[in-house]
């Protein structure tokens, strides 16, 4: 049986435009799916949108609108964001979708009947724009430790879920498998979150009315974690009479990877595996929170309003310049200083200079020494086809472990080894002293490396490297495969479509930052 993977992105509220802070989540789930689709796993991607919540009722409200019109429009602008990133999901879910509710419905429903939720009054203190109850002790000089705006204090009847029963078979968990909760200094976080006590969890309103009914009782409406949650179950199509939903739910379930920002992890790595377990259903296999984004003025944040549009990005400097900037700059798990200089620099120096001058080297060389045709190999030595090994090896290696930037870090390494080989062997030198052997072996390993390489990079540049594989007349790269990894299987006599630069350099044209 073919190996599979199941990756997540969080689901995102649709009140208003994403901002770069979510591309960067979405990108690196993007090239984590590719990287396994590449490596021949049968993958499954999901992302999608969160519309349930007191605040998109009231964003709809405001602009005379039914919510259900107002987040229709929204999740269709974030597809269209997803797209221009060349996001390659599988499935978008949105939780106002009807395959949704009926899975929380019958979730929720399990859950209660065998006790672990039930009806009580729920007192404290409320923070409308988080949508989170806080006990009085976690408020800050009685605000929101969240967003420090003032709370209110709120009394009704509500639906608890016993998350306190969970908290010892949830450590044991937690220690048994150590890869549960990643990386490691989230996973301690998560430990002494649980050791300080679990409280029961509100999981019903009756001062709601957008959102799924409580099935034993409609005056209730399913509040936050049971709905946003279960969206990693009902894309699957789990519970669902139709055999092509249980085919898709048993080859996927358990999912591999969650991945979240750490400001939701502790929802996904206590809140979420505690449902699970209270339903019967197994857990998750790793929930890895990654690192923020931090502008020089703090936090990237919807509520203070600090935000980067990822489109006009795009537009500035190109999808694979945004995407490579995201996945190298910041080491994945870590928080990070965003800047767009950062951005423009990277692209000059590493896409620009390295990479995308050894392919234009290249080629000019190919054309002016062997008639435009890539030359046939030599028996000279191996240093670019071990350079090549050890960056596969590396970006295997890296990948395992999540660390994106080490990743690229390792074909970057490797493309600077073919720019100093270029000048190590000096071509022209060779052609002017017609050592034709020498200097056929040296442009075949030159073009061979970069061949390669783009098939590493194409998790990550998805238009680049295209394009060197078009420049080196390899073909059409969308059906390479990790097989195509291997050294020496460019053809000799292949003519070569010299093209423009990959990455024009973006500072020597001209821009003002
Ligand atoms: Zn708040």
């Not at 020494?369 to 596969?392: E, Y």
Request: aromatic letters at 10%; charged letters at 25%.
């Amino acid at each position: 049986m073919a190996r599979t993977f199941y990756v997540t992105t969080p689901i995102y509220y649709p009140d208003s435009d994403l901002h770069i802070g979510h591309a960067y989540t979405t990108v690196a789930a993007d090239a984590i799916a590719r990287w396994h689709r590449l490596h021949g796993a049968k993958t499954f991607f999901l992302t999608g949108t969160d519309e349930h919540a007191q605040k998109i009722e009231r964003r709809a409200r405001e602009r005379g609108q039914e919510p259900a019109e107002f987040v229709a429009e929204m999740a269709a602008r974030i597809r269209r964001l997803w797209d221009r990133l060349e996001i390659d999901y599988d499935d978008f879910i949105r939780t106002s979708e009807p395959r949704h509710q009926r899975v929380v419905q019958e979730i929720f429903e399990r859950v209660y009947r065998q006790g672990d939720i039930y009806k009580a009054h729920y007192r404290g203190w409320y923070c409308t724009p988080c949508e989170t109850f806080w006990l009085e002790r976690r408020l800050e000089e009685g605000c929101c430790p969240d967003c420090r705006r003032q709370v209110e204090f709120l009394e009704e009847e509500a639906y608890f879920f016993r998350l306190s029963g969970y908290a010892g078979r949830l450590l044991e968990h937690i220690e048994a498998n150590p890869d549960f909760i990643q990386p490691p200094s989230r996973r301690n976080e998560m430990v002494s979150f649980i050791r300080g006590g679990l409280e029961d969890l509100c999981v019903s309103r009756t001062t709601l009315t957008w959102g799924v009914p409580v099935p034993f009782d409609p005056r209730h409406v399913v509040y936050v974690w049971f709905d946003a949650l279960t969206n990693y179950l009902s894309a699957l199509g789990y519970g669902s009479a139709d055999p092509a939903d249980q085919e898709r739910y048993e080859t996927f379930w358990p999912a591999d990877l969650h991945l979240v920002g750490k400001e939701i992890v502790r929802f996904h790595a206590i809140i979420w595996p505690i449902i699970l377990m209270a339903a019967g259903i197994p857990l998750p296999r790793k929930v890895y929170g990654h690192g923020w984004l931090i502008l020089k003025e703090g936090k990237i944040s919807k509520s203070t309003g600090n935000v980067i549009d990822p489109l006009v990005l795009v537009d500035r400097y190109g999808v694979d310049a945004v995407r490579y900037y995201l996945l190298r700059e910041i080491p994945f798990g870590a928080d990070g200083q965003y800047s767009e200089e950062a951005l423009v620099a990277r692209t000059d120096a590493d896409l620009a200079n390295d990479i995308g001058n050894l392919l234009s080297r290249t080629t000019a060389m190919i054309e002016r020494f062997t008639g435009g045709r890539i030359p046939p190999p030599g028996t000279g030595d191996r240093v670019l086809a071990d350079a090549a090994a050890d960056a596969r090896e590396e970006c295997t290696r890296a990948m395992d472990g999540l660390q994106l930037s080490v990743a690229l870090g390792a074909i970057l390494g490797a493309a600077r080894r073919g720019n100093k080989y270029i000048e190590e062997q000096a071509p022209w030198e060779l052609a002017k002293a017609g050592a034709t052997a020498r200097l056929d072996s040296v442009l075949y390993d030159l073009a061979e490396l970069q061949r390669v390489l783009a098939v590493l990079l194409k998790p990550f540049l998805v238009q680049a490297s295209a394009v060197i594989w078009e420049q080196l007349g390899v073909g059409d790269i969308t059906v390479a495969t990790h097989q195509d990894l291997e050294w020496g299987r460019l053809v000799a006599g292949t003519p070569i479509k010299r093209g423009k630069p990959l990455f024009p350099r973006i500072v020597s044209k001209g821009a003002d930052r």
